[in-house]
């Protein structure tokens, strides 16, 4: 038998219909771009017998639940077209996400504007909410240069409400864009799962009903990345040899720097970032009772922690936003060319536990974070734009 090595390793996972389903991903059209694998095949729970005997000694268990866990991170970058999906899509859609793609932009002139709306052009979309979680540029006119995220639209009157009001209101002169992109909002029904297969140099696991939840770190001098931790149902191994993997889907990383990222703002501060790191907290239960085997995403706590140089009090004072329990906006745009744009967005970021610390002997200010839903599934957004 031949030697099989640990470094040889193969991820693929697509999107499943219906739940629990073999989807077959495949090496050509769903490959991951994965690192820092961890594989546990078998999270098995027992059951003791405890019957008697006329002897000491233990008795065998009982297997009454077996799953699989998987976790990995993928490196953060576009699709390298605006409006096309990135190949993390998936994984993000099955860590209770839903997914809306916006394939061509969307450009106009506001046909009014106040503190935290923008009417657009009669051309819009007459859909309701076909712009909610996507982001909105005004390119000219009054209140130019600005950037929001839009948290409702109507689309018979076609006023966009956006979850950070205007620093300078829009009227009938600004011009505005809605850049091709896909949007990623939560969700709290309908979930969606992936099927994972996962394979150490020719044994494959197929892993069904994959639900998880992840993490988003971006990190200055580091290229940014999520963590995904994925629940699914456990399935015997195979003898299967290793798919050949393509991966022209997974675009090259930027590292977090300032040439690279942009538009960071805390609390309506555009702060110096040393580091972003945000958790969604999803609830994973898996259950295996009569009539059903799944996993479940049961609620969300999402949380982080962000890092920036300390400011005066007179340019910002997060210590009143911490005592008063202020809610305020967390924004992020990494990238520089559309296509290959990721922006965060949280509308109501609270900050808790403030501390200081050290870096490059410069005075740098921790501060924790709950992420509070505002009207709803939007306490945390993803654009790739």
């Known amino acids: ?28 059209a769903n490959a991951i771009n994965a690192r820092n694998v961890s594989f546990t095949p078998a999270d098995l729970e027992y059951e003791e017998r405890n019957v008697v005997r006329a002897y000491l000694g233990q008795q065998e268990q009982l297997v009454v639940t077996a799953k699989s866990r998987l976790a990995y991170e993928c490196e953060i970058a576009g699709s390298g077209t605006a409006g096309v999906a990135p190949a993390w899509g998936p994984l993000v859609r099955a ?19 106040a503190a935290s709306t923008i009417t657009l052009a009669a051309g819009a979309s007459a859909s309701d909410d076909a712009y909610r979680g996507m982001r909105i540029k005004t390119t000219g006119g009054t209140g130019s240069g600005q950037a929001r995220v839009i ?34 909002q939560r969700i709290s029904s309908a979930f969606e799962s992936v099927t994972e297969y996962f394979n150490m140099d020719g044994k494959r696991h197929i892993l069904l009903g994959s639900r998880g939840t992840m993490g988003l770190r971006l990190n ?47 609390h309506s501060y555009a702060g110096k970032l040393y580091g972003l790191e945000l958790d969604v907290g999803s609830g994973l239960v898996y259950r295996n009772i009569v009539g059903t085997e799944d996993v479940q995403i049961t609620d969300y706590g999402a949380t982080g922690k962000v890092t920036i140089e300390d400011p005066t009090q007179a340019q910002k ?24 744009q990721v922006h965060i967005h949280a509308p109501a970021a609270q900050l808790t536990n403030p501390a200081f610390e050290d870096r490059d002997s410069v005075i740098a200010l921790a501060l924790a974070q709950r992420l509070v839903p505002n009207l709803g599934n939007d306490e945390l957004s993803i654009q790739a734009l």
């Open 1 to 28: 038998m031949a030697t099989r090595y640990f470094r040889k390793k193969s991820i693929l996972a697509k999107i499943e219909s219906p739940y629990g389903q073999d989807a077959s991903p495949t090496g050509a």
């Open 151 to 184: 948290s409702t639209y109507n689309g018979t009157t076609k006023v966009a409400t956006v979850s950070e009001a205007w620093t300078t209101p829009p009227d009938v002169t600004t011009t505005y864009s809605i850049d091709a992109q896909v949007a990623y």
């Open 317 to 340: 004072d997060y210590f009143a936003a911490v005592t008063g329990v202020t809610l305020g906006a967390l924004n992020l745009l990494h990238g520089t060319t559309a296509g290959n």
């Open 220 to 266: 200055a001098r580091r290229v940014p990345f999520f963590a995904f931790d994925f629940l699914s149902l456990y399935a015997a191994a195979s003898d299967t040899a290793l798919p050949t993997d393509v991966f022209t889907a997974w675009k090259k990383p930027l590292p977090v720097n300032n040439a690279n990222s942009s538009g960071f703002t805390l």
């Open 95 to 113: 860590c209770g996400f839903s997914e809306t793609i916006l394939a061509a932009a969307h450009s106009g002139t506001a046909q009014a504007g």
